[in-house]
């Protein structure tokens, strides 16, 4: 009888262990996934599969498995919106730390601190019991219109890959998804939701992928968002080529593919092509107007009518409700992922780190910066010297729990000698959603009278600092609205150009997340390109102008004089912003600096209907620092590397610091494959190092320069290639200021 019992509990005791094996964090991921689905009804696979919020879709009560709550992204932790609207809940506790833009991220050409982002996000995104940020996003900077640039990593594909791949590990390592954005093609928001991306396979694969392929296998993003756009006539968020052919047939993803809120458009579509996760659509301001319209979803009601019907098979149920599960897993349930913190200390030492990294000093003729000691009054115009940047700007808008302004920054520094003109009114004050600046940033001053106080005022004062640009209103750095001219705006351009006259101690300071014309270049001794910086974006401007911290930032796109000069407006409409909704990649390859490094050639680029480019104002990788760096020769250990031969060659160039300061430098390799069959820009970035430097110091740098590093992209053949012959590899500081060059062969 004993024994009978004994066995009875033991049977009880398995099944019971087995029923609940989804909840043992110590079983293989895969285990749990398939247990749990083994457990889930219908009626529970389908719910979970949809949002039930604006930002959050449920778990299964009934079995302990909790909900998904996203959260944007990139730049902080987006403060609580209401259930199902965009509008403010209200609440008081959800101040964030707002760290700098993700084009500042990539100015600072520095993977550790990316790391540091993510790790910093992640504790924030924890505290307020989030599972998933809505970031990172790495769509390649085609035109300086596109309204998002602010919140992606630049042009060229390298750069965007080194330093999302951190900014997921640390951001992961929290127990955080990434959500990496916005898959693919999202390179304008002229006519987001409408337009079709014509490209060529080349283009796509060379240029427009490679971040996305390196968050996902890399970095190992846990969840994809899906963009608004169309390709090759379906929308991404349910695209056959894009999510089901690249995304999982070729990098293996084994996470979750989540709309953009309101990129669903279609139940067939969704059902087949990849989309794992809905969320947006219909409810409050987004594509349509149906408040609580989450069972009218497109993978709600309609999807299990068509599995009732037998219209759709469950299979592909199943694989979404896999790819979902896998990421509660990873995220809301997961034991290891602590408590986080908001705003701590270390959060905002981070924040001003990266913002005094990010800061690049595009001139300074003179030595004019670092503001010398000896200056007495310093005299700061412009309205982003006052203006908070957090707010504004779209989906990426931020409740900070502070904002340093520039002004602020630099009045701490230098307390009797900053004084202020505001020079122009943009008349666009921040509010969002019904969050809204607490400045009060009215004016009674007409335009005229504040140019000319600004004048009045900059004749008087030792040296004068200009701090405007573009400032996230809608058209200047703004989801769902491009910018309409390249020229700043809110006439800035006569203001510099009168203040230059008035003084020719000028420092010009352009916040923004996009380049902008420079009309008056010429006429002012000193530039510094500065970005959304959020929390301690004043105090690391300050840090900089004032020589406490050493700039080291490069430009992560170039910077032309006109905006005929980028490629991707060289073709009409049909180039930018499209036709019929149609836009097409013409320039294809041609993107950035690989189409401006063409410039010494003089030459029309036939093939491709490209003007002969003109050498940019400022080249991608450009930066100053207050001190110089020497590089000496470069040197080869093998001057040949085999074909398919896992052979790899190395190259080192020494470095010094030949300034009297400390300071860090962006050591770039390129690599220019000197005769090829298909046309191939000049050269491509294949590796960067930062590396800091005393004073006197040198520092021997080296890369690894590896056949991946060769290859094209083979249409026809769809698949990447070498072609055997002779490659130079170029160490430089910027795409055009060249400092070795060394031959070698395949
Ligand atoms: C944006 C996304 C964002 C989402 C949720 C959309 O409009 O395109 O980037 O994450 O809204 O706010």
Redesign the pocket.
Known sequence: MKRIVLSLFAVCACTLLSAHLYLDPSQPLEQRVEDALAHMTLQEKIAVIHAQSKFSSPGVARLGIPGLWCT??PHGIRPEVLWDEWNQAGWTNDSCTAFPALTGLAATWNTELARLYGEMLGEEALYRNKSVV?GPGVNIYRTPFNGRNFEYMGEDPLLASEMVIPYIQGLQSKGVAACV??YALNNQEYNRHGYNVNLSDRALYELYLPAFKAAVIEGGAWSI?GS?NFYKGQHACHNQYLLKDILRDEWHFDGTVIS??GGTHDTDEAVHNGLDLEY?TWTDGMTHNKANAYAAYYMADAYMEGIKSGKYDTKELDEKVRNVLRLILRTSMNPHKGFGNMVSEKHKQAARAIAQESIVLLKNEGRLLPVKEDVKTILVVGENAIRMTTIGG??SQLKAKYEVSPLEGMSNKAPNKVLYERGYDSKEYAVQDGLKSKQELSESRSAEQLMQDATEAAKKADIVVFIGGLNKAPHQDC?DADRERYNLPYNQDKLIEALAEANKNIVVVIESGNAVAMPWLQKVPAIVQTWYGGSEGGNALADVLFGDVNPSGKLPFTICSRIEDYPSHQYGEEGYPGVDGQVYYKEDIFVGYRYTDLYKQKKKIKAYKLNAPNQPLFAFGHGLSYTTFEYGKAQLDNPKIKQSGNQTIHISIPVTNTGKRAGKEVVQLYISDLKSTLPRPVKELKAFKKIELQAGETKQVEFVITEDMLQYFNADKHQWETEAGDFEAIIASSATDIKARVKFSL
């Open positions: 944007d992204g809505l954005k916005h968002m608004y953009d809120w947006g779209g989906s989801e």
